[in-house]
């Protein structure tokens, strides 16, 4: 049995197709695969057909994985974060000191990805999956500390970003449909 990994290099990741990917066009297939195969389809890579460009593509027999590139690079410095921490027995002392590193170390991916969302830099999966590795790093930190209140800020500094980048979205969002609203107010109509 082989296994391949493929991880696009090109500046433009939409733009890759696979000879084994669903066409866009085909989405009826993607429908039809039934709950289970789209549920594992969405937790490994959730992004749709058009977006595999964002992901590691994995070949078993023939067949491809997509797993998301920001999301492998997190488990995998997750969890390589932890067997080397528990396993080395390392003291992080000053806990604060070690939390401002994961906390640093954790902004790589928020970074890249405010600025893949909010302005027309493209990321790329090698830059996905090695910020998602840092902030996986950083959760491992995290977790090693055990401390509950090093948890809630990291999932508030988490969650606030995120709902930043929301607000942001929807005002351009809102902009923009009341811009071709105007538009389409100034233009005359047409009678027979």
Not at 114 to 124: A, D, E, N, V
């Amino acid at each position: 049995m082989a296994i391949h990994c493929v991880i696009p290099v090109s500046t433009d990741d939409e733009a890759i197709q696979h000879s084994d990917e669903l066409q866009v066009d085909s989405m009826e297939e993607f429908d039809q695969t039934g709950d289970f195969r789209e549920g594992l389809h969405m937790l490994l890579s959730h992004h749709p057909p058009s977006m595999f460009g964002h992901c590691l593509r994995v070949s078993i027999r023939g067949r491809s994985i997509y797993l998301c590139g920001r999301c492998s690079g997190i488990y995998g410095g997750l969890g390589l974060g932890l067997i080397f921490l528990f396993v080395s027995q390392v003291r992080l002392t000053p806990e604060w000191f070690w939390f401002f590193v994961s906390v640093a170390l954790g902004f790589t991916t928020v970074i890249d990805w405010m600025s893949q969302r909010l302005t027309p830099r493209k990321t790329t999966n090698f830059v996905r999956a090695s910020t998602g590795f840092f902030s996986g790093l950083a959760l491992a930190i995290i977790f090693y500390l055990g401390n509950l209140a090093y948890m809630l800020v990291a999932l508030a500094v988490m969650s606030a970003s995120i709902g930043i980048v929301g607000l942001i979205e929807n005002k351009r969002r809102s902009a923009y449909y009341k811009e071709i609203q105007s538009e389409i107010e100034a233009t005359p109509e047409v009678t027979d």
